[in-house]
Structure formats: structure tokens, C-alpha cells
């Protein structure tokens, strides 16, 4: 396809090009001759579906992987990095998608992990700790350089992340879905940072699947598609419509409640749930909850971050403690049930965070998927592999992983798919409950879709769903009911009925129009 590019940037603009860059994994061809143009002090927004190709070129951009073919010129010059060492030096730097950061070492350390700041032969900590110090207020994060990563929720997680990124001054800076984990405060913080960055002139390469969010930050877009650059237009020319249209080859809604059937009994019930915090504040997470779910219907829990949404879920599944309150799976109290008795009773969880908790990384596609339901083709301590196997096929099919097979490594898979293999794993052990916390996290809007309409379906058989967002638009699509969560207690009750506005207030989120 040719592309028409009108309103490009001037040459003298351009910082790095990528010209006819491909890239194969086996028969996997994940870009097929893209040319991507980076541009002095301004936002470049990459959008794509999962597998589209997006984090395969950053990687090259950033000396991760190399390409198979293409060429990588940089202020004019034509050049290969072997390695992300030989990118940073030449003052590239990546923010990825999935964390890659030490749970063990504190803030500082992972901050200054691998490029210690020496003096005297030894590591100066106290100039790296004054430095944190800066990041951290820089970023609006009451954080203390010296708490161990593993302390820290998700969304700070991934603050270290990006301040790790900031702080090696580069002149490019790609962020590889860097909001996925943030609350909306942070998000303002950090496109703050992004612009004081864009006017000393650093670049920017963002990827982001919140598209509404991406188009306030963005200056120029670009939309992969299959591995091929589809379209390319400056801000001025693009809408959300647009976006979508380039993507998916068509504009369409997240779907709607299933109907044409009537809900069952009770499946969970949830009375009078307190969960203290895990890290020794004096306060409830989760403060006397109380929720029922009935079979076949479909409940999203929304709410900001800190309001209790994932505690809830977790303690549901079995992941955390509840000082006081009930939880029952039908008539069965599953309080004093593992996790894994709650599997095999029929409660599942997909975790928010896929990597942690949700995927083994030295498993294949296959194994990951087939992990939770082993005891249904292991008999007498063997197991059958054709009964795995077509488990594992028909969960490929059911959540639509794109993969070259089920033998591929689970790393190969763009983080989308990945998520999505979590979710087949789970929908594998056939759970009358589903839970799952923040499952697009990491999604495109083609493969929301795509789990949304499988929920729903799930639903029209009997599964009770509930799943937890912090995205408006994710509330309005397949949920009969709206729980929004506020400080740890419900808020308000709302049907399919409800604006924005109205889930956005009664969570305690400032309205603006």
C-alpha cells in the first residue's frame, strides 16, 4: 500500500527514520516493511491492535532486537545497535509495556540499576538517593527512595519505571503503553513531564491503547496494522473515528448486556466484607461490602485507584484475608477454601497484573493455558496429552490468541495476546464465578471487543461475570450493573442506563466538559 503523506515535517525535522524495517520470528512475520520517522521535540503516537506490530519496532528502535531487514538512520547517518546498551549511548531509551524491574531492591536501586553513579571507586548512594528524591518530586509521588519495589502497588510500580526512563536524559524516549497501571492524577503528572521534556527538544514515542487519553498528548499519529504502516496524519487531521477506522478497518462500539434470557440463582454472595491494609495503615480497604452476582449476569466494579476494586477481587479468589464478612459460591462458604479449592469449586480470577501473577514465563503458550485445568487430563499421576491438547486448542480458538502455536513461548506474544491467554486459562476450568480485575489492561479496542463479546456469550450460559475498570466507556458496554467503588465502600448502583458523568461523580472523579 502507498501511503500518501501529506503534511509531513520538514527533513531537518526528523531525528531517526526507520526505512523498510522487517522483522520474522520463524514463519511469524511481525513487521513487513514499515518506515516510521521520529521527530525533534515533539510526541509521536503509534497505534496498532495487539500483534500489530507496535512493541516489535520500538524494540529494534531501541536496540532490544534487530531487525531482519531495513535500515535505522540516526541525525543522518545510517547505523545498527546490537544491544540496548549501544541505543542508550547514543541516548535512546525505552519504557516497556511489561515491568523490568527487581521486586527485592529498593527505589533507588532499580532507578540506578546498571548505571551506578560511582565516586571514588565506590557507589555514590547518597547522590543517587538526593537524585530519586528529585525524580519523585518531579513526578508528584510521595515515595521514598529507599521502600523496597515489592511494597509498592502497581501503578508506583510503574512511576519507577518511567522515572528510571527520565532520569538517563535521553533524546528519544519511547513509552511502550507507560499509563496502563496509572491512576488519572498520575496521568496528568506524567503528560506534564511529557511536555516539559518536548520542549528542551526530547522526543517522544508513545504507544497507548487509551486512544481518547493518547490523542491529548500526541503531535503526529501513525497506525500499524499487521505489521504494516496503514496511515500517518498530524494531529490536526485525526479524531478518535479515525483511529479506530485505521486500526480495525471499521468504527464500532465495545458491544452491549446480553439479553434474550433470564438470570439464575445467586452464584456470589458477598455480606458485610472488610479487608484491612496490607501495609499496616489503620484503615480498611475494603470497609463492610456487600454484593450478590446471579448467574448470568454481568457486574463491572468501577472505581479509581485505591477505591478497593482489586482487594475485593482478590480476597474473593482467595489472594487476601478478610477480617470479618462472608463469602459464599452458591450456598458453599468458600471463606476457609485455598485458591485452588476456589478454582475447583467454581470461582476463578484473572489478576491485573499478567506478568506477577498471571503467566509463567518459562512456559509455552500452551502450558500457560492449560496450567489451572491439569487435574482434567492428569489421571493416576499422568497426564494425557491429547486431552491437554485439545484443551489447549480449543481455548486458542476460544479467546482468539494470536500465536504461530501452542509450542511458542508465551514472551513472543504481544502483551494483548498475552492477557488473553490468562483469560482462556481461566475460562478453562469452567467457573460457574469469573472475575476479572482490569482484563484490558493492555488490550487494543479490536481485542476488547473480542473478550467483552466472549463474556457475554459466557453469560448467556450461565457464567456469573464481574470485572473491575477504571474506564468509563468500559462501564457502558456489557454490564447489566454498575458498582462504583469509592474508599472502600460502594457509592452508588447504577444499570446500563448511566451516563459518564454520573459513574465519574459518584467515584469521587472531578467531571469535566
Not at 496498532?48 to 543522518?76: F, H, Q, R, Y
Not at 479449592?341 to 509463567?360: M, N, S, T, Y
Request: charged share 25%; net charge negative; hydrophobic share 40%.
Amino acid at each position: 500500500m502507498i501511503l500518501a503523506y501529506d503534511n509531513l515535517p520538514t527533513v531537518d525535522e526528523v531525528v531517526l527514520e526507520a526505512r523498510n524495517i522487517a522483522k520474522s520470528f520463524g514463519n511469524t512475520h511481525a513487521l513487513k516493511g514499515v518506515n516510521f520517522d521520529i521527530h525533534r521535540g515533539q510526541v509521536t503516537t503509534l497505534f496498532g491492535e495487539n500483534g500489530a506490530g507496535k512493541s516489535t519496532l520500538m524494540k529494534i528502535l531501541s536496540g532490544v532486537i534487530t531487525p531482519t531487514s531495513g535500515e535505522i538512520v540516526l541525525d543522518g547517518e545510517s547505523i545498527l545497535f546490537n544491544n540496548a546498551n549501544e541505543a542508550r549511548a547514543k541516548g535512546i531509551s525505552i519504557i516497556h509495556q511489561e515491568l523490568s524491574l527487581a521486586p527485592n531492591m529498593n527505589v533507588r536501586d532499580n532507578i540506578f540499576m546498571g548505571r551506578e553513579i560511582i565516586k571514588g571507586g565506590q557507589v555514590d548512594f547518597a547522590e543517587e538517593e538526593r537524585q530519586a528524591r528529585e525524580l519523585m518530586a518531579e513526578l508528584e509521588e510521595d515515595i521514598d527512595p529507599l521502600t523496597p519495589l515489592e511494597e509498592l502497588r502497581l501503578g508506583q510500580q510503574q512511576i519507577i519505571e518511567i522515572a528510571r526512563a527520565i532520569s538517563q536524559k535521553s533524546r528519544i524516549l519511547i513509552m511502550d503503553e507507560p499509563t496502563s497501571a496509572l491512576s488519572a492524577a498520575e496521568v496528568e503528572v506524567l503528560f506534564k513531564v511529557i511536555r516539559d521534556l518536548t520542549t528542551k527538544g526530547v522526543s517522544i514515542v508513545y504507544i497507548s491503547h487509551h486512544l481518547e487519553e493518547a490523542l491529548t498528548i500526541t503531535d503526529h499519529a501513525v497506525v500499524l496494522r499487521d505489521g504494516t504502516m496503514t496511515a500517518y496524519a498530524p494531529r490536526k487531521d485525526i479524531n478518535l473515528e479515525w483511529i479506530v477506522r485505521n486500526m480495525v478497518g471499521e468504527n464500532f462500539d465495545l458491544g452491549s448486556p446480553p439479553t434474550g434470557y433470564e438470570f439464575g440463582n445467586t452464584a456470589l454472595h458477598v455480606k458485610n466484607l472488610v479487608i484491612k491494609d496490607s501495609g499496616g495503615g489503620d484503615y480498611n480497604v475494603v470497609d463492610n461490602l456487600s454484593i450478590d452476582v446471579k448467574a448470568g449476569e454481568i457486574v463491572c466494579v468501577y472505581g479509581l485507584m485505591g477505591a478497593g476494586r482489586s482487594e475485593f477481587m482478590e480476597c474473593a479468589a482467595g489472594r487476601l484475608r478478610a477480617q470479618q464478612g462472608h463469602i459464599l459460591l452458591g450456598d458453599e462458604d468458600v471463606n476457609k477454601l485455598s485458591i485452588a479449592e476456589r478454582i475447583q469449586a467454581g470461582l476463578a480470577l484473572v489478576p491485573e497484573d499478567r506478568q506477577k501473577d498471571g503467566l509463567v514465563q518459562t512456559m509455552t503458550v500452551g502450558q500457560n493455558l492449560s496450567l489451572a485445568s491439569i487435574g482434567e487430563f492428569t489421571h493416576k499421576l499422568l497426564t494425557s496429552k491429547a486431552d491437554e491438547d485439545s484443551l489447549i486448542d480449543e481455548s486458542i480458538r476460544a479467546v482468539t490468541v494470536k500465536t504461530s502455536g501452542a509450542e511458542a513461548a508465551i514472551g513472543s506474544l504481544s502483551g494483548g495476546n498475552q492477557q488473553k491467554v490468562v483469560i482462556g486459562k481461566m475460562l478453562a476450568t469452567a467457573p460457574k464465578v469469573l472475575l476479572l480485575d482490569e482484563p484490558s489492561r493492555g488490550i487494543d479496542i479490536g481485542a476488547k471487543a473480542e473478550v467483552f463479546k466472549l463474556l457475554a456469550e459466557r453469560a448467556k450460559q450461565g457464567l456469573a461475570v464481574v470485572y473491575s475498570t477504571s474506564e468509563v466507556a468500559e462501564c457502558l458496554s456489557i454490564a447489566h450493573r454498575i458498582i462504583v467503588m469509592h474508599k472502600g465502600k460502594i457509592s452508588a448502583e447504577f444499570d446500563h442506563t448511566a451516563s459518564k458523568e454520573q459513574i465519574m461523580a459518584a467515584s469521587g472523579e472531578s467531571v469535566t466538559h
